[in-house]
């Protein structure tokens, strides 16, 4: 059973490519027939842990809209019309059943007897390993499917190590891998991401096993930031595709597999994956890289916030990405030329590999050449 160890990040790069000639660069390839070309192709749109992550410290309540990586999120997502497929967070509790949950530990109120951070005006909270613990303690927490039980009051901690508490709109309980396979609508496909935490040893044989018994004909891609994941899941099994998420150096690691998109193709070649999935201010910063993954015949997907600007995800659809995981997932559905989210998904089946459901009719382009141009400037402010 291999082990797995998280890359710890580096400080970030100093240098930061000429962002504004390589745009200049990609213009020329998105002008004339290669433009059309490529808009004929249309882009994919996966919705980011269901209908959005949660980002709790937000002014934006829409990303406080639906409890994120949850069975109503997902379904929330999945009655969008031109969403294709939703992302996850899979993870391995210490009995061997998949859940679902970002975060690498889990927090609420409780005793002292854990690992605890004193909150002014909270308490004590309390944080636990997910892969730490067993199934029924996971789903202890937040709201339970037996409304006659209360769960434990569930909290996050941020990346400035603030813990807020854990409030939505829409609230439901935590769950499993296989409870997503039972309870969310078949017509939307998942991007299953392989989640670990160092020092622990990621049993990727219970995730396969859940998915080849559960996804039927639903359709299924893994992805995954541990180089090592995403290989032991490609020699695992050839029935799904296998992505290499990667942050493409817009924050460094150890571990230099993981630190730009040329590293990012060597690694997919290398190991047979099908695919990038990249923070989108690195193809910003350097899309002449598009070229090098087009030429190894890999497919290229992007994340990040820049993914919720319809600006943005037009121009990486103008220039050859092929999906995007975004958060304001109906807004983004919308602004996307292929999809109309008016549109009627009636009829369902399954949504093939990267694939966008058929629209009810096509919108023309959002901008005139003159209008791409002006963005091709004002992009390389936003990726710095």
């Known amino acids: ?15 930061v490519p000429d962002i504004a000639a390589q745009l200049s660069l990609a213009s020329a390839c998105i002008t004339g027939a290669e433009a059309m070309a490529a808009r004929k192709k249309p882009l994919v749109v996966i919705g980011h842990r269901g209908k959005g992550m949660n980002a709790l410290a937000s002014p934006d309540p829409r990303l406080r809209e639906v409890k994120e ?9 999945a009655r969008v019309a031109g969403v294709s497929y939703v992302e996850f967070d899979v993870q391995v509790t210490n009995d061997g059943c998949p859940v679902i949950f970002h975060d690498d530990f889990i927090f609420t109120e409780q005793d002292n007897t854990l690992m605890t951070v004193k909150l002014k005006f909270q308490g004590e909270i309390c944080g636990r390993r997910v892969t730490d613990l067993w199934l029924d303690e996971f789903l202890s927490y937040g709201p339970q499917k037996d409304r006659n039980k209360a769960g434990k009051p569930l909290f996050r901690k941020l990346n400035d190590g603030r813990i807020l508490k854990w409030d939505v709109q829409s609230d439901d309980a935590l769950c499993t891998l296989q409870e997503a396979f039972e309870g969310v609508d078949r017509r939307v496909g998942f991007n299953v991401e392989l989640k670990f935490d160092d020092d ?5 044989e ?6 080849f018994e559960h996804a039927k004909e639903r359709p299924i891609f893994f992805s995954s930031f541990q180089p090592d994941a995403a290989r032991i899941m490609r020699k695992l099994q050839d029935r799904y595709p296998v992505y290499f998420l990667t942050k493409g150096g817009t924050q460094m ?6 630190n730009s998109l040329e590293d990012a193709v060597r690694l997919c070649v290398a190991g047979g994956l099908h695919g990038v999935v990249s923070e989108a201010r690195a193809v910003f910063r350097q899309p002449s890289a598009m070229g090098r993954i087009k030429e190894a015949g890999l497919s290229l997907l992007t994340y990040g916030q820049l993914n919720n600007v319809p600006e943005a995800v037009y121009m990486q659809h103008l220039i050859g990405v092929d999906g995007v995981i975004v958060d304001l997932v109906r807004e983004i559905a919308a602004a996307v030329p292929e999809l109309d989210p008016s549109s009627s998904m009636d009829g369902g089946g399954a949504l093939g590999l990267l694939e966008s459901p058929p629209a009810a009719r096509r919108t023309p382009n959002f901008f005139s050449q003159r209008e791409v141009s002006l963005l091709l400037r004002l992009i390389p402010e936003l990726v710095q």
């Open 1 to 15: 059973m291999p082990q797995l160890k998280a890359a710890e990040p580096l400080p970030p790069a100093a240098a």
């Open 69 to 77: 990586n949850s069975l109503r999120s997902f379904n929330d997502a």
């Open 200 to 204: 622990v040893v990621y049993r990727e």
């Open 206 to 211: 219970d995730l396969a096993g859940v998915v």
């Open 253 to 258: 690691y150890a571990d230099e597999r993981r």
